[in-house]
């Protein structure tokens, strides 16, 4: 039988190895390191609980808090996924790691507090995709020299994955541009441009995975607007064109002045004296000269709108017949820019006198049903002829000449 002393402290010894005992089911956790892939479905596995006690039992409450804790569930020892349908682990979304912390409780009071770490895995669940602003429609002058960079495009991956561009052969217009670093998304003018041709290019540039298996890839569509450029020459008009690239030849523009004429705006065939700058869209203002056939200052021309002037008469049109001006249009801004082009004026007898017919009423006769050109008669059955006289030219009649017959048409 024990004293009473010793019972006491039996008691005491037990009383405090209890203790001991309940304070240590807490013990034996640690930081939680781990690493889960994006997009894992609900319930992956992220980490085991290593404490001593039972969580549920003995009095033991495990909890998560922090700002990403609501990412995870507690099943037993073990922290698992919290994702569902609507919320996927997205690593592009929710950052590269998720924080939370396991505190461990025994009746209500806090006794250890661990970190949770979870890494997020990354996945390529993304395509590249351009920039907008790098696609934007673009404007290019012709006179771009050829190796020139002309612009260039950029596309970003979510995932980080390495970008390379390629140009797709089968565009429109692909043979007017290059890559050379395929890395770099820089565009280069591989040929002349050429405004009076093709006003507009269109090419399709692909950006593609480099460092994946996938190799997902996005493609763009580049439109380019040629801007004319000052390197066509000016051309007198009505332009004849000689060839598809509308190169002209000048026309011969005639006119017709008499004796007795002077002080007279010159009107020309096949129209006015006029040139334009072969650039359309430029219209680089001309000014005209005239190099030769001015005959001392007979003839004179406007130097901005080409009207020739004659300033003396011609005082005898059987010694002096014709005159032959030889006339320049240059562009104001670039002297070197030129065209010529010959402008003849005839002397004429003045016309003092108008035609007249030889008689003031014709009569003639057709058969009913004759075909759409048939000769039409009169009395004798004679040939209907009509015949004029101007008594400018007497020993013309009808035109110069030719005999006027009437056919019904």
Same mark, same amino acid.
């Given at each position: 039988m024990l004293v009473p002393w010793r019972a006491l402290f039996y008691q005491m010894?037990?009383?405090?190895? @209890?203790? =001991?005992? &309940?304070? /240590?089911?807490?013990?034996?956790?640690?930081d939680i390191f781990a690493t889960v892939k994006e997009n894992s479905p609900m319930g992956e596995f992220i980490a085991n609980i290593t404490i001593v006690g039972e969580p549920g039992a003995n009095s033991i409450r495990l909890c998560l808090t922090?700002?990403?804790?609501?990412?995870?569930?507690?099943?037993?020892?073990?922290?698992?996924?919290?994702?569902?349908?609507?919320?996927?682990?997205?690593?592009?979304?929710?950052?590269?790691?998720?924080?939370?912390?396991?505190?461990?409780?025994?009746?209500?009071?806090?006794?250890n507090e661990y970190r949770v770490m979870v890494e997020i895995l990354n996945e390529n669940d993304n395509m590249p995709h351009f920039l907008e602003k790098t696609i934007q429609p673009r404007s290019i002058s012709e006179l771009t020299a050829v190796n020139s960079v002309v612009f260039s495009v950029k596309a970003k991956d979510a995932d980080?994955?390495?970008?390379? @561009?390629? =140009?797709? &052969?089968? /565009?429109?217009?692909?043979?007017?541009?290059?890559?050379?670093?395929?890395?770099?998304?820089?565009?280069?003018?591989?040929?002349?441009?050429?405004?009076?041709?093709?006003?507009?290019?269109?090419?399709?540039?692909?950006?593609?995975?480099?460092?994946?298996?996938?190799?997902?890839n996005t493609t763009a569509t580049v439109r380019v607007s040629v801007l004319d450029g000052d390197d066509q020459y000016p051309q007198f008009l009505p332009c004849s064109p000689i060839s598809e690239h509308t190169i002209c030849t000048n026309p011969l523009y005639v006119a017709n002045i008499s004796e007795e004429q002077e002080n007279s705006v010159l009107h020309f065939s096949p129209g006015p004296i006029h040139a334009e700058d072969g650039d359309k869209d430029i219209l680089t203002p001309l000014t005209y000269t005239i190099l030769s056939g001015d005959d001392n200052g007979r003839f004179t021309i406007n130097r901005e709108t080409g009207e020739i002037t004659l300033r003396r008469r011609v005082e005898n049109r059987l010694m002096t017949s014709s005159f032959k001006i030889l006339i320049m249009a240059s562009q104001v801004n670039d002297p070197k820019k030129y065209t010529v082009t010959t402008a003849q004026v005839r002397v004429v007898a003045e016309n003092r006198f108008p035609p007249y017919f030889n008689k003031t009423t014709y009569k003639g006769f057709i058969i009913e049903n004759s075909s759409p050109a048939t000769l039409v008669s009169t009395y004798g059955n004679e040939i209907l002829i009509i015949q004029a006289t101007d008594r400018d030219f007497r020993d013309v009649q009808c035109f110069h000449g030719d005999t006027c017959r009437l056919l019904l048409m």
């Open positions: 010894v037990l009383n405090a190895s @209890y203790d =001991i005992v &309940k304070a /240590s089911l807490c013990l034996g956790g640690h922090g700002e990403n804790a609501g990412w995870f569930y507690l099943e037993g020892r073990t922290i698992r996924l919290n994702t569902s349908f609507s919320r996927g682990l997205d690593r592009e979304v929710q950052g590269s790691i998720l924080l939370a912390s396991l505190t461990c409780y025994e009746e209500d009071t806090k006794q980080g994955d390495t970008i390379t @561009y390629v =140009i797709d &052969k089968l /565009s429109p217009d692909s043979s007017y541009f290059r890559i050379d670093l395929p890395n770099s998304g820089i565009i280069i003018l591989n040929k002349p441009l050429d405004f009076e041709t093709k006003t507009q290019l269109q090419v399709d540039i692909y950006a593609v995975e480099m460092n994946t298996i996938e190799k997902y």
